[in-house]
Nanobody, 116 residues
Framework: QVQVVESGGGLVQPGGSLRLSCSAS????????MGWYRQAPGKEREPVAR???????YYADSVKGRFAISNDAAENTVLLQMDNLKPEDTAVYYC??????????WGQGTSVTVSS
């Protein structure tokens, strides 16, 4: 059974930093893309950052210059470094993994709260 496990959420003051981590089990298959989505209370889930196996990277406009995604393809891990956090970044963050042949996988979500 494929497992996708996230960690790193928590409570932080505005301007602070957090780093989210996501690891997928090796039986997930060949990965096409790894990334992060978030869902704030009362809102739809939205993409935050994504990194393709080829190296292309995407960021939502709202996080450009503040968030950085990186991954270790060999270990099926993806990190999201979040700096200069704002209250509007408060959400549950979900790891998203797209494979070439076995489908799309989601993590269980990790909560990020930015508040003074």
């Amino acid at each position: 059974q494929v497992q996708v496990v996230e960690s790193g959420g928590g409570l932080v003051q505005p301007g602070g930093s957090l780093r989210l981590s996501c690891s997928a089990s090796r039986n997930i298959g060949s990965v096409y893309a790894m990334g992060w989505y978030r869902q704030a209370p009362g809102k739809e889930r939205e993409p935050v950052a994504r990194r393709l196996r080829a190296g292309n990277t995407y960021y939502a406009d709202s996080v450009k210059g503040r968030f950085a995604i990186s991954n270790d393809a060999a270990e099926n891990t993806v990190l999201l470094q979040m700096d200069n956090l704002k209250p509007e970044d408060t959400a549950v963050y979900y790891c998203n993994i797209v494979t070439f042949s076995s489908g799309v996988y989601w993590g269980q979500g990790t909560s990020v709260t930015v508040s003074s």
